[in-house]
């Protein structure tokens, strides 16, 4: 294998000392995900593991595109140590990562099946579903399609917006009968980090579908301002460790600024295209509208029901004295 071949710039390390570099930069991470899997016994006063902050350092070092290994090169040193554990490197790798990109017991049994180029590959694979195959265009659809609005302004339409149960993947995101349902997104330090270098390497490979790039792309759409933002915090579905909600706003419109974002190829592409056909719907935003100007409130609600009912029981008065009136009429 030509190693050389995976990286834009080597001409500055003879072929001696570019080899020693990358075997000793693979066998620290192999070490350091054995030891902290507990695969292999390590060193109690071993100073990576006694202060908190490194091993998450590390983990964002780890995945920064600039720093990466190919993959097959630390699966080679892997295989060569022969720990006869069972498990395979890829494993190892998303369970390393686990402490702080939760994978689930059923992303990790099938992280052998993730044909990931190098670490950030893969773990960005684990969120993808299954077919990895980039969408084709259909040049039989409308070619225009509308981006999607920001929170606020769905939720004024009448679109509400509720948390999806799916630990697999924050990317599964569904809408249907006026629902956006949306995985909550733990928001810190270490997530925007993952996201800017799973967006770069997806931008700078033109053969991968874009996944991250459409997520956050989408995001940047729902998140127009710090209200939008912490609309999104009120309702679970961004758990803001990150900053402030302008800060989250600036992010995500940040994270999409330049970069190749084709609608139409977008996995989100059907999903952005139902709520745009609810959005712009005149008897969803006229309901409600209704109902967020009678119904707004516990209170506001009970009156409305309150003037209902006695609509309601003057009708019926109204009703009874014409009976009377005209009963006696009969009579005579």
């Known amino acids: 294998m030509n190693i050389r071949e995976c990286y834009s710039e080597t001409n500055e390390f003879r072929s001696h000392d570019f080899v020693e570099m990358i075997v000793l930069d693979g066998c620290f991470i192999i070490e350091l995900f054995c030891k902290f899997t507990r695969l292999?016994?390590?060193d109690p006063n071993d100073p990576i593991f006694k202060m908190n902050w490194i091993i998450p350092f590390l983990m964002r070092d780890f995945l920064k595109l600039e720093n990466q290994i190919?993959?097959?090169?630390l699966q080679s040193l892997f295989d060569i140590l022969a720990l006869n554990s069972g498990i395979s490197f890829a494993w190892l790798t998303l369970k390393f990562f686990s402490y702080m990109l939760e994978r689930p017991a059923s992303v990790l049994d099938k992280a052998s099946t993730f044909d990931g180029k190098h670490l950030l590959d893969l773990v960005r694979l684990s969120f993808c579903p299954t077919?990895?195959?980039e969408r084709p265009r259909d040049e039989k659809r409308d070619t225009f399609l509308r981006f999607i609005q920001p929170a606020e302004k769905l939720h004024r339409a009448g679109i509400k917006f509720k948390t999806r149960n799916n630990k697999d993947s924050f990317l599964?995101?569904?809408f249907t009968n006026g629902v956006l349902r949306i995985p909550p997104l733990p928001?810190?330090?270490f997530i925007s980090s993952f996201f800017l270098n799973c967006v770069a390497f997806e931008q700078c490979y033109?053969?991968?579908?874009k996944y991250i790039t459409d997520y956050t792309t989408f995001l940047g759409g729902l998140i127009h301002?710090?209200?939008d933002a912490g609309f999104l915090s009120d309702h679970k579905i961004i758990e803001n460790f990150f900053g402030t909600d302008e800060e989250v706003a600036c992010f995500f419109t940040n994270v999409g600024k330049d970069v190749a974002f084709e609608i139409r190829r977008s996995y989100l592409s059907k999903l952005i295209e139902d709520v745009n056909e609810y959005y712009w719907n005149d008897w969803h935003v006229r309901w409600a509208s209704l109902?967020?100007?009678?119904f707004d409130s516990p209170w506001s609600g009970i009156s409305v029901l309150a003037a209902i009912f006695l609509l309601i029981l003057t009708t019926i008065q109204a009703a009874f004295a014409v009976i009377s009136y005209i009963r006696p009429s009969n009579n005579n």
């Open 291 to 294: 109902r967020h100007k009678y």
């Open 40 to 42: 292999v016994d390590k």
């Open 206 to 209: 033109g053969h991968c579908p």
């Open 131 to 133: 077919d990895n195959r």
């Open 225 to 227: 301002t710090p209200t």
């Open 70 to 73: 190919p993959f097959r090169v």
């Open 172 to 174: 599964d995101i569904k």
């Open 187 to 189: 928001m810190d330090d």
